[in-house]
């Protein structure tokens, strides 16, 4: 066991494609960006509840405020998929774990899909409307 | 090297670890699995960000069926619930990453920093709520 690598390998130094850590690597790193971008988003909302629709489409179509949003969803469901697939390899095995990390993905990204465009339509409607 | 054929133990009565349900619930673990339920709970919970975008970009009468929703006494208790996860997963993953730069091990560090983690998460929640109430520190 002290050796399972081949001598051939040995010498050409060939290893892992040093890839095992990237999951692990991003998890952190969209954990630390949505530290400030969590409280920039609820700043947001806080300050949505200060005003009426036409406030809250000013507010939110704001280029400046819908980038924050976008860039938020965007590491907010990175985070969550990277975390969800944590959890199912844990707990879940066989057929079930395959389609489920499978579901996990899709489903982040078509929710997350659903939530940049909203804030883009919302965006050129301002930009339209004023 | 031992035959594997793909069968654990080979039907070798094998030392187990104690199954969980033996160990003394502390605060270090039962924080940790609130860090897991709690981020699974607010994976659900992306999608009322989700919704009130769609909501917004949807037209006045989708927003305001969107605001009577949230403010109906349940989505109120949802919104609660949802907002101490997020403030509790936050400040709870400030915990793991000091963690991940190798330094808070200590039992005693890691039962305080874990006490003082639940104590700004309530105090980040009400102080919110507060301010979603009465608009104070909202500009």
């Known amino acids: 066991m002290s050796n399972m690598r081949s001598p051939l390998a040995r010498?050409?130094?060939?290893?892992?494609?040093?890839?095992?850590?990237?999951?692990?690597?991003?998890?952190r790193i969209t954990a630390i960006a949505n530290i400030p971008l969590v409280a920039a988003a609820i700043w947001i909302v806080l300050l949505s509840l200060r005003t009426d629709y036409a406030g809250v489409i000013n507010l939110v179509g704001h280029p400046c405020v819908g980038a924050i949003l976008i860039l938020f969803i965007a590491n907010l469901f990175y985070h969550a998929a990277l975390g969800l697939q944590v959890v199912i390899e844990d707990y879940v095995h066989g057929a079930a774990k395959f389609f489920l990390l499978i579901f996990v993905k899709f489903s982040a990204a078509l929710i997350a899909m659903i939530g940049i465009v909203s804030v883009i339509v919302v965006i050129v409607e301002r930009a339209s409307g004023s | 090297m031992a035959s594997n054929d793909g069968k654990s133990g080979g039907g070798v009565q094998r030392p187990l670890s104690p199954h969980l349900g033996v160990y003394k619930p502390q605060i270090t673990s039962t924080l940790s699995i609130l860090h897991r339920m709690t981020g699974v709970a607010l994976s659900v919970g992306t999608l009322v960000l989700v919704y009130w975008l769609f909501a917004i970009t949807s037209g006045p009468e989708a927003f305001a069926q969107m605001q009577s929703c949230f403010s109906s006494w349940i989505g109120r208790l949802l919104l609660f619930g949802w907002s101490f996860a997020l403030f509790y997963h936050l400040c709870n993953g400030i915990r793991h990453l000091f963690w991940d730069a190798g330094k808070g091990y200590e039992l005693e560090t890691a039962s305080k920093s874990g006490i003082a983690v639940v104590v700004v998460s309530i105090a980040l929640t009400l102080g919110?709520?507060?301010c979603a109430y009465t608009g104070v520190g909202v500009l």
């Open chain 1, 11 to 27: 010498v050409k130094g060939l290893g892992s494609a040093k890839e095992g850590l990237h999951h692990w690597w991003m998890q």
């Open chain 2, 128 to 130: 919110v709520w507060f």
